[in-house]
């Protein structure tokens, strides 16, 4: 209810009226049963710009310390990423990759939408960095289709590091769902899963036009989301 409720009365109104969403392809968003939004990832707005604009609710995860913080500053980012639906989770552990893909893998056997950055962390400098296989397994284990979702601006609205967002139209591609059900029988496989990531970010790559990087970007900083 909390989620609705700012997105349709509280905040969604304003911040559609102040950076006026450009968006192609919505209507290859399938609307009902689980569907994966794979999402290239270039600012902290992200997780505000993809579920604003999708008519179904998106749920991603987030690390457990934005739920935690003290004092108004930790209060609005709770709240803010309780009202966007937003799931935390320990990142601290080992284990902590799996606890993600577990939680969003609950989400699609609800018949739900689930939000995932394949590249694992924002990008340092506006590429797209090479894929982790995460998503390939969440689409192997729930046979949900995979759309591409391609934030074009939004690290020119708000860079890494900074907190005031510049008001600009955001822009966002949205490619057709991909089918992975031919590989249903070869979950585990590493090289099939591979194969389903590189597809995954080909395609966020020809939709978005950013240079691909076949690294992963945690390899070059430390993770930031």
């Known amino acids: 209810m909390f989620y609705w409720l700012l997105k349709l009365v509280v905040l969604g109104p304003l911040l559609k009226l102040v ?7 919505l209507r290859n968003v399938p609307r009902s049963g689980p569907v994966i939004l794979a999402c290239n990832h ?6 505000i710009f993809t579920p604003l604009i999708m008519k179904r609710k998106v749920t991603f995860v987030a690390k457990a310390e934005y739920f935690t913080g003290k004092g108004i500053k930790g209060w609005f980012s709770r709240m803010f990423f309780t009202g966007a639906g937003t799931i935390p989770v320990d990142r601290s552990g080992g284990e902590a990759a799996q ?15 689930a939000g995932i950055y394949p590249e694992g962390t924002r990008s340092p400098d506006g590429r797209l960095y090479r894929g982790k296989t995460g998503v390939a397994r969440l689409a192997l284990e729930s046979g949900a289709p995979v ?4 934030l074009l601006n939004t690290d020119e609205i708000q860079p890494t590091g900074t ?11 949205i490619g057709a769902p991909l089918d992975f059900s031919r ?7 590493r090289f099939v899963e591979r194969a389903i990531t ?10 978005s036009g950013r240079e691909y990087v076949d690294v ?10």
């Open 198 to 207: 590189d597809e995954i970010m080909y395609e966020l790559m020809t939709l």
């Open 19 to 25: 950076f006026r969403p450009r968006v192609e392809g």
């Open 163 to 173: 907190l005031v967002p510049t008001v600009k139209r955001v822009r966002i591609r």
């Open 42 to 47: 270039l600012s902290f707005s992200d997780s």
């Open 216 to 225: 992963y970007a945690s390899t070059l900083k430390a993770p930031t989301a």
């Open 147 to 150: 759309v591409p979702v391609a």
């Open 99 to 113: 606890a993600a893909l577990n939680t969003l893998l609950r989400v699609l056997r609800e018949g739900n939408v």
């Open 183 to 189: 590989y249903a029988d070869q979950r585990g496989d």
